[in-house]
């Protein structure tokens, strides 16, 4: 334990010290640190115990890192934060077709909402839906589901769109072992008569249109749940993609675009409650540009909580660059055809080149290499038609590129926001799809830091929007996957020659994505005068093998120099 020298009388007002540990600064002048003292939601100053426990007070708190690590709170530079508050009323089920593991994940929906709420969730049984032949779906037991939802009504549905409900639900809904079936539908009964809780057909779509939509009230209510886990993970800001509603309902979408785009109500009430505990960088649409300056957006606009300056648009669904055969590349990702949510080449770039003229930065989901080149050419030509200024605009995803285009990527001083979680789910096969040369250029992060563009690394946070998947929101073990190319110890590296090293890692959660999104002068680094946002970790993360980051865990978290998480809270 270290042990605070008597100090002189402080040179400035100081409330907060963490000493004795390693500070990471990700700041190239001091990288690496002893003790940081905060005053307010400001970092004053970076330096040796001595020099820092110099500014000790009578008032100060001093916590004592007994060698542990603090580093630059994490900066998740790609969420879709409202899915994940849809997804904090739901249960998790496509990975689930037995008893025990169904209570398990109710029960864990259960504990975190009000009485009341409407607990849903779909699709009980997917996967075993889609890998057996011929599948015997759960059937639950409603007494054991009772017993875990006694004040919630439930409702979730099976991969064979039959319904399952509580009894509480049932309550709700008046319906009992009298009530007749429905023309089209029926309730399911046990061999007394007594409801099962089982719903066939017209009786399960009767109790879907009863489950109360989500109030924005009630978002706020998952919101807060959804930055408490963001907190625990270490994690003090989020780069989101978000939709202002008073923009996008002067529009009439073609599809459910929406679906992807959070609700940016959402930030702003807590904002002006002071209820957020994470700060957000928001990604509007695009395509909504040329009406944002009416509601008040411009190009860096907002405040330390919430900033505008970023649109986002779609462009592939995988699609490769020729030669490339989809059927040899199963669960790859890939394909030779476009998102139902792409625009065309020549109205993307006319979109591109307005978004950029208007001083936006922009990114494009492309996971292609063919979507990559559409990109990276919609990006050129806007520079060449607006002339110089300083651009972020971004690749969002990025797993493959060809040859020839990590070079121009990195002339344009791009950004690629890359997902290490995914390289676990889509690498597999791809030497075999594209062979190994071209598949080198898969997932090529080192390849992209080498060609000087920007790497952060990011979540997709909640994962699929249908919940086939659920995004690793750890940034350690993220980190772990992009360091090692591989999800866990005893797995495979996939071209382990474009892995990223430790420090590169913590910079594409840190500093980088604070550089991304224009906030390099006021977060990203410990550094006097910026943010206090800061994660302590158990121990030295950049210290001996790379497994260290799924053995470490993140301790506390500040933002702003207020105490957000604390593990033993």
Not at 351 to 368: E, K, N, R, S
Not at 459 to 467: I, R
Request: aromatic share 8%.
């Amino acid at each position: 334990m270290s042990t605070p020298p008597t100090a002189p009388p402080p040179t400035r007002s100081v409330d907060l010290i963490l000493y004795g540990g390693t500070v990471w600064t990700a700041d190239p002048q001091q990288p690496v640190a002893a003790a940081v003292a905060i005053a307010g939601d400001r970092i004053v100053k970076v330096g040796s115990n001595a020099e820092v426990l110099a500014l000790i007070t009578r008032s100060v708190q001093l916590v004592d890192l007994d060698g542990r690590m603090v580093c630059p709170g994490f900066n998740d530079a790609h969420t879709h934060f409202e899915n994940a508050v849809d997804w904090y009323f739901q249960v998790a089920l496509t990975d689930v077709n037995d008893q025990e593991t169904l209570e398990e994940r109710v029960a864990a929906t259960a504990a975190r909402l009000a009485p009341g709420v409407w607990i849903t969730g779909g699709d009980l049984g997917d996967f075993a839906s889609t890998r057996e032949e011929s599948p015997v779906l759960l059937e639950p037991d409603l007494a054991r589901i009772d017993a875990l939802t006694p004040h919630n009504p439930l409702l979730i549905r099976r991969a064979d769109h039959q319904f399952f409900t509580n009894s509480r639900a049932l309550e709700v809904a008046k319906i009992d072992g009298d009530t007749p079936d429905l023309r089209g539908g029926r309730f399911g009964r046990n061999a007394d008569g007594t409801l099962s809780g089982m719903l066939y057909g017209q009786a399960g779509e009767f109790m879907q249109r009863l489950v109360s939509p989500i109030s924005l009230e009630q978002k706020l209510l998952g919101a807060r749940g959804v930055m408490s886990q963001l907190n625990a993970v270490g994690i003090t800001s989020i780069q989101d993609i978000a939709r202002l509603p008073a923009v996008t309902e002067e529009v009439i979408p073609p599809v459910f675009l929406e679906r992807s785009f959070s609700n940016a109500e959402i930030f702003q009430r807590l904002s002006e409650r002071s209820e957020l505990s994470v700060r957000v960088y928001a990604f509007l649409p695009l395509d909504t540009f040329d009406r944002l300056a009416g509601h008040g957006i411009s190009p860096k606009s907002g405040d330390d909580w919430l900033r505008y300056g970023a649109l986002k648009i779609f462009i592939d669904s995988g699609a490769m660059l020729p030669p490339f055969d989809p059927a040899d590349a199963p669960g790859t990702g890939l394909s030779d055809g476009w998102s139902y949510r792409f625009v065309g080449e020549q109205r993307l770039s006319e979109l591109v080149q307005a978004g950029d003229a208007a001083g936006f930065d922009i990114g494009v989901h492309v996971t292609g290499d063919r979507g990559a080149r559409i990109a990276i050419e919609a990006f050129e030509n806007a520079a060449e038609l607006n002339g110089p200024r300083d651009r972020r605009h971004r690749l969002i995803h990025a797993w493959h590129l060809a040859e020839e285009d990590f070079a121009r990527a990195g002339k344009l001083g791009l950004v690629a926001d890359v997902t290490s979680d995914q390289l676990v789910l889509y690498s597999n096969g791809l030497d075999k799809a594209l062979g190994v040369a071209r598949a080198s250029n898969a997932f090529a992060w080192r390849r992209l830091i080498d060609t000087d563009v920007t790497v952060n690394l990011v979540s997709d946070f909640p994962g699929a929007f249908n919940k086939s998947h659920v995004a690793e929101i750890d940034p350690l073990r993220n980190m772990y996957a992009a360091v090692t190319r591989k999800a866990r110890a005893d797995g495979e590296p996939f071209h382990p020659e474009q892995a990223i090293t430790v420090d590169e890692a913590l910079l594409a959660y840190t500093a980088n994505p604070a550089y991304s999104s224009h906030e390099e002068d006021v977060k990203g680094t410990i550094t006097p005068g910026k943010l206090a946002d800061l994660v302590v970790l158990s121990e030295d993360v950049r210290t001996g093998a790379p497994e260290v980051l799924l053995r470490a865990r993140v301790e506390q978290t500040y933002l702003g120099g207020r105490l957000v998480y604390d593990v033993t809270e």
